[in-house]
């Protein structure tokens, strides 16, 4: 197994939790040198919060931890390529690396919509890689919408 997919396993395990909280199930973990900061998942129903994705959630926590809402060095971790937000939000807190598990033609802006991470678009570069355990990844959502609509 390796390192990503290592952590990336850690993020799915939030989003099983999210699953079962009845929320779309995305998890995060923020890594820094080999060490997990911060693990998020989805609770934006649970929270009545639009904001309340597992990126954001994971960043907020890794600031507390860090003491710094600058995450240079760190890698994020997401079982779903970030929407805009999330993306946006990884850009701005100078996450180095981004990782994420399945793609998401529907508002995945790492590649499938657009892509926001493309050097030199932004003065902090994100390198990006996608597609970490995607059919793990995918699976959880495919199962948690196919319950939605066929309760």
């Not at 929320?23 to 919060?49: H, S, Y």
């Not at 959630?57 to 970030?82: N, S």
Request: hydrophobic letters at 45%; aromatic letters at 8%.
């Amino acid at each position: 197994m390796t390192q990503d997919e290592f952590f990336m396993r850690l993020a799915l395990k939030e989003a099983e939790r999210a699953f079962f909280e009845d929320e779309v199930p995305v998890g995060a973990c923020i890594v820094r040198d080999g060490v997990v900061v911060a693990l998020g998942r989805n609770r934006r129903e649970w929270m009545d919060d639009v904001t309340a994705h597992a990126e954001i959630e994971a960043i907020r926590k890794a600031q507390r931890v860090l003491g710094d809402w600058r995450l240079e060095g760190c890698t994020i971790y997401v079982t779903l390529e970030p929407c805009l937000m999330c993306a946006g939000a990884i850009i701005q807190a100078r996450i180095a690396r981004l990782v994420f598990g399945a793609f998401d033609p529907k508002a995945g802006v790492a590649g499938s919509v657009l892509n926001v991470f493309l050097p030199g678009l932004f003065p902090h570069t994100v390198s990006v890689t996608g597609g970490v355990c995607a059919p793990e990844c995918g699976a959880i959502l495919q199962e948690y919408f196919r319950r939605k609509r066929c309760p």
